[in-house]
């Protein structure tokens, strides 16, 4: 089955700056991902969900860029804020599409 | 998010049983129970899709789910062992399309001593 393997596990970057996660998965045939954000003792909310068929995909804040040559998913924090402080997952829909596999995960810390 | 909701929000056991319970008011008809142990991503146990339950097989017999309608899902524990010292959170999607996004629950933060 689908297997997800994110990087950095954790990641410190100073209030402005810049962080980027990068997600790598094994299916070929994956076609929708997600990122999502757990912050301390709260549940994951989604930040975006990204279909196969759009390479570049823009939130506030944040870009999401998907490769599938490299079968590569990558968040891009722009311009980086102590709000940000998070866990970061990437998920991949498998389960025949009803559910998510989860990658492990990158701590964000922003100071200010 | 408070359309999903999970009780109780902590638990502190022995070797005892007890059961987890999660509500939804999204009118969502799949629903799931993920484990995430500590610094590690959730992980699926069992998903209740058009209530046909789909299990993760390395989920021990213990763990037994139970969905008493779409909007209600349970999750009975025997004999809790370490191990099972998680964040169990509660999930739930409108079925028919694999893009449709996951909404979470806060999750019940089981202890075993």
């Known amino acids: 089955g689908e297997q997800v393997e994110q990087r950095p596990p954790h990641l410190s970057v100073r209030e402005g700056d810049s962080a980027v996660i990068i997600c790598t998965y094994t299916d070929p045939n994956s076609y929708y991902f997600f990122w999502y954000k757990q912050e301390p003792g709260a549940g994951l909310q989604l930040l975006m969900k990204v279909f196969s068929s759009t390479e570049i995909n823009e939130g506030q804040g944040f870009t999401v860029l998907l490769n599938k040559k490299d079968k590569q998913l990558s968040l891009n924090l722009t311009a980086a804020h102590p709000g940000d402080s998070a866990v970061y997952f990437c998920a991949v829909s498998e389960w025949g599409g009803r559910a998510l596999i989860f990658g492990t995960g990158t701590t964000v810390s922003v100071s200010p | 998010n408070t359309k999903i909701t999970q009780s109780p929000r902590y638990l502190i056991l022995g070797r005892a049983n007890k059961s987890l319970e999660c509500e939804q008011h999204l009118g969502h008809n799949a629903m799931y129970w993920y484990k995430q142990s500590a610094e590690k991503p959730p992980e699926l146990m069992f998903l209740?899709?058009?209530?046909?339950?789909?299990r993760n097989e390395t989920v021990p017999s213990r763990f037994i789910p139970e969905c008493p309608d779409s909007s209600k899902l349970l999750l009975h524990i025997s004999a809790v062992d370490p191990e099972d010292s998680a964040v169990y959170f509660c999930a739930s999607r409108k079925t028919g399309q694999a893009n449709e996004r996951l909404f979470f629950g806060h999750g019940t933060k089981l202890s075993v001593l």
């Open positions: 209740y899709n058009l209530k046909q339950l789909i």
